[in-house]
């Protein structure tokens, strides 16, 4: 089973190059996924340069002038670019017989979105509250992700995993967020939804009344926050039309094709410049990522939240990446297995694992999961991410791989 492992940048011009491969190497993994294209964090690195490490937004090379000159978004630039680390791992990757895949995350961007607010989401109450995402139908947002797309590829990577290329969720659009309401998982969904105009057009010219699903939405959130009880349960398609009706419902599934059409040309793109596209679906992360408790819905049954059709992507994309975030090595394989139902047994799909906190204590637990996905028939496991845990943790890779 083929195995990669998630390093930023700063991971490698703290520890130094030949280090990190060296250890990677040691760990029996055959590739390096590198945040080619990364957001804003403040995260805890254990052997980091710095014990805390804080990220801003940008490329980690300069970004191709004949892609972006008339464009009006362009990606923010990291620092350091002038030392080339993005050409430097591939090289050295190179000489290790190691491929290099361009971790490249699109649409959340908050120093995009705070310089352009239009081509962010706007919410039922004509909010910009989430400057974080970026609208995939803003026609600008769409030729700034496929020209992002040419240009990770261009840095020579096998493949250009994608990060955030649909829609965000509410409670992940800005930094240092609060919110006092007892909001539902229905509340929330529906006020995450996008009603700007090229969403509301969209879905207009798809046969759904668009105003009316909007209108829902302010009535619905608006008593919540008035005081009203708030929304129980899951979200599911049935408990949302039960809650919100069948306009809101319908608004919601028009935003599949949004994004499906937007990947198509991601990843038609990355094509064109020699490399291929990895799909990444962030509803294991939604459901999974703060305690490794996921809720009873699998990710698969439950990606129409974010806009993702598994099923139309699956005659696109060549390859996705699941985030099993989870503590049951069962839930996982169970994951697994409707994924690959979804997009077809033909495609490749590549799990990614937490060895560490909150999902793994142990290197015994991790295996068990590096099974249970063997068994589901996965193409790949990776591993997130190397500079967010400590030494010991990652050590528990090679034991679980083998």
Same mark, same amino acid.
């Given at each position: 089973?083929?195995?990669?492992?998630?390093?930023?940048?700063?991971?490698?011009?703290?520890?130094?190059?030949?280090?990190?491969?060296?250890?990677?190497?040691?760990?029996?993994?055959?590739?390096?996924?590198?945040?080619?294209?990364?957001?804003?964090?403040?995260?805890?690195?254990?052997?980091?340069?710095?014990?805390?490490?804080?990220?801003?937004?940008?490329?980690?090379?300069?970004?191709?002038?004949?892609?972006?000159?008339?464009?009006?978004?362009?990606?923010?630039?990291?620092?350091?670019?002038?030392?080339?680390?993005?050409?430097?791992?591939?090289?050295?990757?190179?000489?290790?017989?190691?491929?290099?895949?361009?971790?490249?995350?699109?649409?959340?961007?908050?120093?995009?979105?705070?310089?352009?607010?239009?081509?962010?989401?706007?919410?039922?109450?004509?909010?910009?509250?989430?400057?974080?995402?970026?609208?995939?139908?803003?026609?600008?947002?769409?030729?700034?992700?496929?020209?992002?797309?040419?240009?990770?590829?261009?840095?020579?990577?096998?493949?250009?995993?994608?990060?955030?290329?649909?829609?965000?969720?509410?409670?992940?659009?800005?930094?240092?967020?609060?919110?006092?309401?007892?909001?539902?998982?229905?509340?929330?969904?529906?006020?995450?939804?996008?009603?700007?105009?090229?969403?509301?057009?969209?879905?207009?010219?798809?046969?759904?009344?668009?105003?009316?699903?909007?209108?829902?939405?302010?009535?619905?959130?608006?008593?919540?926050?008035?005081?009203?009880? $708030? %929304?129980?349960?899951?979200?599911?398609? #049935?408990?949302?039309? /039960?809650?919100? !009706?069948? =306009? *809101?419902? +319908? &608004?919601? @599934?028009?935003?599949?094709?949004?994004?499906?059409?937007?990947?198509?040309?991601?990843?038609?793109?990355?094509?064109?410049?020699?490399?291929?596209?990895?799909?990444?679906?962030?509803?294991?992360?939604?459901?999974?990522?703060?305690?490794?408790?996921?809720?009873?819905?699998?990710?698969?049954?439950?990606?129409?939240?974010?806009?993702?059709?598994?099923?139309?992507?699956?005659?696109?994309? $060549? %390859?996705?990446?699941?985030?099993?975030? #989870?503590?049951?090595? /069962?839930?996982? !394989?169970? =994951? *697994?297995? +409707? &994924?690959? @139902?979804?997009?077809?047994?033909?495609?490749?799909?590549?799990?990614?694992?937490?060895?560490?906190?909150?999902?793994?204590?142990?290197?015994?637990?991790?295996?068990?999961?590096?099974?249970?996905?063997?068994?589901?028939?996965?193409?790949?496991?990776?591993?997130?991410?190397?500079?967010?845990?400590?030494?010991?943790?990652?050590?528990?890779?090679?034991?679980?791989?083998?």
């Amino acid at each position: 089973m083929d195995s990669s492992v998630y390093v930023f940048v700063e991971d490698v011009r703290g520890e130094g190059l030949d280090k990190v491969l060296d250890r990677l190497s040691g760990y029996d993994v055959q590739s390096v996924t590198v945040a080619a294209a990364y957001h804003r964090a403040r995260d805890v690195t254990p052997h980091g340069l710095t014990r805390v490490t804080r990220r801003v937004d940008g490329v980690h090379f300069e970004p191709p002038a004949d892609l972006f000159e008339d464009l009006r978004l362009t990606p923010p630039v990291q620092p350091g670019v002038a030392d080339e680390p993005i050409t430097a791992l591939r090289r050295a990757t190179a000489e290790r017989g190691m491929k290099l895949h361009g971790w490249t995350v699109f649409l959340h961007n908050s120093t995009i979105g705070l310089a352009h607010p239009d081509v962010t989401v706007r919410n039922c109450f004509g909010d910009r509250g989430s400057p974080g995402d970026l609208c995939p139908a803003h026609p600008d947002v769409r030729l700034y992700a496929v020209a992002l797309a040419r240009a990770v590829a261009r840095q020579g990577v096998d493949s250009v995993v994608a990060e955030a290329l649909h829609f965000g969720t509410f409670g992940h659009g800005y930094h240092h967020e609060r919110c006092f309401v007892g909001l539902g998982p229905m509340d929330s969904f529906l006020l995450g939804l996008c009603f700007c105009d090229f969403c509301m057009r969209r879905a207009t010219d798809l046969g759904v009344n668009a105003e009316v699903a909007r209108e829902e939405c302010v009535r619905i959130v608006g008593a919540v926050l008035d005081g009203d009880r $708030p %929304s129980q349960g899951e979200v599911t398609r #049935a408990a949302l039309t /039960a809650y919100a !009706g069948p =306009d *809101v419902v +319908a &608004y919601a @599934r028009a935003r599949s094709e949004t994004v499906t059409s937007l990947v198509a040309d991601v990843s038609a793109a990355v094509a064109a410049e020699g490399s291929k596209l990895v799909y990444m679906d962030a509803t294991g992360a939604c459901k999974g990522y703060s305690d490794g408790l996921p809720s009873p819905g699998l990710a698969a049954h439950d990606s129409w939240q974010l806009g993702v059709d598994l099923v139309a992507l699956g005659d696109i994309v $060549p %390859s996705f990446a699941v985030l099993a975030y #989870a503590r049951d090595p /069962a839930r996982i !394989g169970d =994951d *697994v297995g +409707a &994924y690959l @139902r979804s997009v077809g047994n033909e495609r490749e799909v590549r799990v990614v694992l937490r060895p560490g906190l909150p999902d793994n204590d142990t290197a015994e637990r991790l295996g068990a999961k590096v099974r249970a996905l063997r068994a589901a028939g996965a193409d790949a496991v990776d591993f997130y991410a190397y500079g967010l845990v400590p030494y010991p943790v990652l050590e528990r890779i090679p034991v679980a791989l083998g």
